[in-house]
């Protein structure tokens, strides 16, 4: 029954839609954290002077959502999965560049690569993952002289 | 100093932004791309099996149109050699009453030599 109904859940979401499913709840739950236990604001400046974090983490519970929602629609449909993804991590890694460029938080730029290539790097190679592909057409051998 | 890391960072985001929806599109397009080659690759031995009946109807048409030519075939020359022996009955005939019959056409002159 569960070897099923993932079979199912991998036939309805697909390889586009398993990611987003997986990224979905992943930034969703993060953003929760924030309104339950709010972490350190080391490095988030940039950010915590217009708003606290709780507030920040609603833009990654409706960018979460979004994400979310964005893996049942059809392939082409998903963008805006894709795009609402990139948002929190982008603007995380804004604010930890920031910081690290003005001096209050020294670990701030490998924060903000980590988020620029763990997070937006990989959201868009997925991006440019098809649900499914053909092989490249073979080479055809090169004209030239045979080896004598 | 943050004013500028802020733009860089939305400019940024909005580049990415853009690259997804283009990436999006691509493999909208290269799934689109399979899903045809698939239907295409089982659609084949369909296709092939419409191609054979196709060959075998043609070739039992031509088969048949064979056949009544050479029953034609054979009636005709049944025929021409029931009047070529009328034909040598009367010549004998005439002779026979001492009458010369005609010269024969030059074209059955030429199979007498030929043969053809």
């Not at chain 2, 020359?77 to 005439?94: E, I, N, W």
Request: proline share 6%; net charge positive.
């Amino acid at each position: 029954m569960p070897c099923r109904a993932a079979r199912w859940l991998h036939r309805t979401l697909g390889r586009r839609g398993e990611f987003l499913l997986i990224i979905g709840i992943g930034k969703t739950c993060w953003g929760v954290s924030f309104l339950v236990d709010p972490p350190s604001t080391a490095g988030l400046q940039l950010l915590t002077q217009w708003c606290s974090l709780r507030h920040w983490a609603w833009l990654w519970i409706a960018c979460g959502l979004i994400t979310f929602g964005s893996a049942l629609l059809r392939i082409g449909r998903d963008r805006y999965g894709f795009i609402a993804a990139l948002i929190p991590p982008a603007v995380w890694a804004t604010a930890y560049t920031s910081a690290a460029l003005s001096g209050e938080y020294s670990r701030g730029g490998f924060v903000a690569i980590w988020y620029c290539t763990s997070h937006v790097g990989v959201i868009l190679w997925a991006a440019t993952v098809p649900e499914h592909s053909v092989p490249p057409a073979p080479r055809r051998a090169r004209k030239g002289k045979a080896p004598s | 100093m943050n004013n500028w890391v802020t733009l860089l960072g939305m400019v940024g985001t909005v580049l990415a932004g853009a690259f997804a929806a283009r990436a999006t599109r691509a493999a909208s397009k290269a799934t689109a791309d399979a899903t045809r080659a698939a239907a295409v690759a089982q659609a084949e031995p369909n296709q092939r099996a419409a191609d054979l009946a196709s060959f075998q109807a043609i070739r039992d048409d031509m088969q048949d149109e064979l056949d009544e030519t050479k029953t034609e075939l054979r009636s005709l020359r049944s025929l021409v050699r029931s009047f070529a022996g009328y034909v040598t009955d009367l010549t004998t005939q005439m002779r026979g009453h001492g009458i010369e019959p005609p010269a024969p056409p030059d074209r059955l002159t030429e199979y007498d030599r030929t043969g053809v």
